[in-house]
């Protein structure tokens, strides 16, 4: 069984129920397992800044998947959920990241492990120091909390916790 982390994150409403349809089918396929789950965290978008604040959050999953067969499922869920990939850093309904896959380090044409630029993104690292803070990431040689730390204030600034999903969805 491989501990794996993830970046999950949408700026389409209704984004509360885009980040739960997510976690839902994460949790529905039989060999995934989300284990925790950190707050929804509201924040401005970067790059492509003419869209609307993003929701974002982070989650733990145990799965027996190698690293490509969960990009996959990955790719499925947000293909269900109508992602649309038309503007480079654009808006989107769900947006599903492989963070962290154990301690494995990955650098291919389809996959990068760990994210190439989670150490620069305070809406990566925020929710994910919540669950994970003491997480070392592979080839930084440095904790989630570390990495935090080391961000501008201005880059943390943009990020807001908006509460737990749950409190956010209205059912």
Same mark, same amino acid.
């Given at each position: ?67 490509? &067969? $969960?990009?996959?499922? #990955?790719?499925?869920? =947000?293909? !269900? ?23 494995q380090q990955i650098n291919n044409e389809a996959l ?33 909390? &570390? $990495?935090?730390?080391? #961000?501008?204030?201005? =880059?943390? !600034? ?14």
């Open positions: 069984m491989h501990t794996v982390y993830i970046a999950l994150g949408s700026n389409i409403q209704p984004k509360a129920s885009y980040l739960l349809q997510a976690i839902e089918k994460l949790n529905a396929h039989p060999s995934i397992t989300v284990t925790k789950i950190s707050n929804v965290y509201n924040t401005a978008p970067k790059g492509y800044t003419a869209q609307d604040d993003f929701y974002n959050m982070a989650a733990k999953l145990t799965t027996e998947l190698s690293p490509h &067969d $969960l990009l996959h499922v #990955l790719h499925e869920i =947000e293909q !269900a959920l109508g992602r649309v990939r038309t503007i480079k850093n654009g808006p989107r309904t769900i947006d599903l990241d492989i963070l962290v896959y154990g301690q990068i492990i760990p994210h190439p630029r989670m150490q620069e993104r305070a809406f990566v690292l925020v929710p994910l120091q919540e669950i994970a803070g003491e997480l070392m990431i592979p080839g930084l040689d440095q904790t989630v909390q &570390d $990495l935090t730390n080391q #961000l501008a204030d201005s =880059e943390l !600034a943009d990020v807001h916790q908006m509460g737990q999903l749950d409190d956010l969805y209205d059912h």
